[in-house]
């Protein structure tokens, strides 16, 4: 059965699972005490809330609970992060380094280090999006205390060496984040093989509550340090004040369980409905174009280029369809994706980019019906375009 409009923007949000919905209802109105509030019952069952999800998020990234720092996104998880680790490490250094792909959380934190005298290194990636670790070796100096790098993209869905990446950062000393949030709960995730300090992640991406993420630490020898970004108490460890948002968190935390008991049922299941719909619209268009790694990217992630079209146009056709033309962050922008300049596509092609993000809620009937939409709209929107080449009044 197919519900309109069919939801295919899985990378910006994702709706809230029913099981995680129930899970939450009594911390509105029963479980609604403060976490800090030592003193009462109601104090008590919230912290004791708030520290069952914190196990449970760890779990998911096979963290111990005392690694996890609740924030209210990941926005805010890489901020603390990247200006946290900046700010507490600055005596050692100011040099950074990251790639030219990052979200906007990772690029705008670096930009704003750069006007406190930080210097940072903005690496290339190869036309698959993916950076070379030796690139990341090569640019390492004595001044350096930080590597950020996304685990994978929210635009076009690749993979990037984390493994490598990490070993690099630990044989000289380097703090490694990286940005998890496309990762978690779609992939397996292991902080400690990938020898990560630092992972940002939100629970808005993983069918949990928005308003709520989580920032790994790593405490084992050596300890990673970092400064608070917000002042006003001493909630999570002095490292985030503020009143905990209980519901979020036990929200949250509901649905890394899910997603760990889940994740391979749900990747294979979400990764043959993507490749029913790229197959599907290969097979009944001609000159389009994958973006992305073919191989190494998150099952979910289908980024596309329509030769010929404008890809507002085409999501305004298909309004049956939510799909994206890339981040919600900086839709608003109007400018050409910069991941997709970084990945040096033909200029046509950057503007003629479709993501579609399948989630857990999708079924075959509407990859279906999304197929056949897709090729319609397409074959219409270049019979128009061709027809204003030749000055001929097109019918709509």
Same mark, same amino acid.
Request: net charge neutral; with cysteine; glycine share 8%.
């Given at each position: 059965?197919?519900?309109?409009?069919?939801?295919?923007?899985?990378?910006?949000?994702?709706?809230v699972?029913?099981k995680?919905?129930?899970?939450?209802?009594?911390?509105?109105?029963?479980?609604?005490?403060?976490p800090?509030?030592?003193?009462?019952?109601?104090?008590?069952?919230?912290?004791?809330?708030?520290?069952?999800?914190?196990?449970l998020?760890?779990?998911?990234?096979?963290?111990?609970?005392?690694?996890?720092?609740?924030?209210?996104?990941?926005?805010?998880?890489?901020n603390?992060?990247?200006?946290?680790?900046?700010?507490?490490?600055?005596?050692?250094g100011?040099?950074?380094?990251?790639?030219?792909?990052?979200?906007?959380?990772?690029?705008?934190s670096?930009?704003?280090?750069?006007?406190?005298g930080f210097?940072?290194?903005?690496?290339?990636?190869?036309?698959?999006?993916?950076?070379?670790?030796?690139?990341?070796?090569?640019?390492?100096?004595?001044?350096t205390?930080l590597?950020?790098?996304m685990y994978a993209?929210?635009?076009i869905?690749?993979?990037?060496?984390?493994?490598e990446i990490g070993?690099?950062?630990?044989?000289?000393?380097?703090?490694?984040?990286?940005?998890?949030?496309q990762?978690?709960?779609?992939?397996?995730v292991?902080?400690?093989?990938?020898?990560i300090?630092l992972?940002?992640?939100?629970?808005h991406?993983?069918?949990?509550?928005?308003?709520?993420?989580?920032l790994? #630490?790593?405490?084992?020898?050596?300890?990673?340090?970092?400064?608070?970004?917000?002042?006003?108490?001493?909630?999570?460890?002095?490292l985030?004040?503020?009143?905990?948002?209980?519901p979020?968190?036990a929200?949250?935390?509901?649905?890394?369980?899910?997603?760990?008991?889940?994740?391979?049922?749900?990747?294979?299941r979400?990764?043959?409905?993507k490749n029913?719909?790229?197959?599907?619209?290969?097979?009944g268009?001609?000159?389009?174009?994958?973006?992305g790694?073919?191989?190494?990217?998150?099952a979910?992630?289908?980024?596309?280029?329509?030769?010929?079209?404008?890809s507002?146009?085409?999501?305004?056709? #298909?309004?049956?369809?939510?799909?994206?033309?890339?981040?919600?962050c900086?839709?608003?922008t109007?400018?050409?994706?910069?991941?997709?300049?970084?990945?040096?596509?033909?200029?046509d092609?950057?503007?003629?980019?479709?993501r579609?993000?399948?989630g857990?809620?999708?079924?075959?009937e509407?990859?279906?019906?999304?197929i056949?939409?897709?090729?319609?709209?397409?074959?219409f929107l270049?019979?128009?375009?061709l027809?204003?080449?030749?000055?001929?009044?097109?019918?709509?």
């Amino acid at each position: 059965m197919i519900k309109f409009p069919i939801y295919l923007d899985n990378h910006s949000t994702t709706p809230v699972d029913p099981k995680v919905v129930e899970f939450m209802l009594p911390f509105f109105t029963e479980v609604f005490g403060n976490p800090s509030s030592k003193s009462h019952e109601f104090g008590w069952k919230a912290d004791a809330a708030v520290e069952n999800s914190r196990k449970l998020v760890a779990r998911l990234i096979n963290a111990e609970s005392r690694n996890i720092i609740f924030t209210s996104g990941a926005t805010e998880s890489v901020n603390l992060a990247i200006k946290g680790a900046a700010e507490m490490y600055s005596s050692r250094g100011n040099h950074i380094i990251t790639t030219t792909i990052e979200h906007e959380a990772v690029l705008d934190s670096c930009k704003s280090l750069e006007k406190k005298g930080f210097d940072v290194t903005y690496l290339d990636v190869d036309n698959f999006g993916i950076v070379n670790p030796n690139d990341i070796k090569n640019s390492v100096t004595e001044r350096t205390i930080l590597v950020s790098v996304m685990y994978a993209n929210n635009e076009i869905g690749t993979i990037q060496p984390l493994s490598e990446i990490g070993k690099i950062c630990k044989s000289k000393h380097i703090l490694f984040h990286t940005d998890a949030t496309q990762a978690v709960g779609k992939i397996p995730v292991d902080v400690l093989s990938d020898r990560i300090d630092l992972l940002s992640f939100s629970s808005h991406k993983i069918y949990g509550p928005k308003g709520v993420g989580a920032l790994y #630490m790593k405490s084992r020898i050596p300890k990673i340090r970092i400064a608070p970004q917000i002042d006003g108490g001493l909630q999570e460890r002095g490292l985030r004040a503020g009143t905990l948002n209980v519901p979020g968190i036990a929200g949250f935390g509901k649905a890394c369980e899910i997603a760990k008991s889940e994740l391979i049922a749900e990747t294979n299941r979400i990764n043959s409905l993507k490749n029913m719909l790229y197959n599907g619209i290969i097979t009944g268009l001609n000159g389009v174009k994958l973006n992305g790694h073919p191989k190494r990217r998150i099952a979910n992630n289908l980024n596309l280029s329509f030769e010929g079209i404008n890809s507002d146009s085409l999501i305004l056709a #298909m309004k049956e369809v939510a799909v994206s033309t890339g981040s919600a962050c900086s839709s608003e922008t109007g400018e050409t994706s910069h991941v997709l300049k970084a990945i040096n596509i033909d200029e046509d092609l950057k503007h003629s980019a479709i993501r579609f993000g399948i989630g857990r809620f999708n079924n075959e009937e509407e990859i279906i019906y999304t197929i056949n939409k897709v090729i319609e709209k397409v074959n219409f929107l270049r019979q128009i375009s061709l027809k204003s080449e030749k000055g001929e009044y097109a019918e709509v």
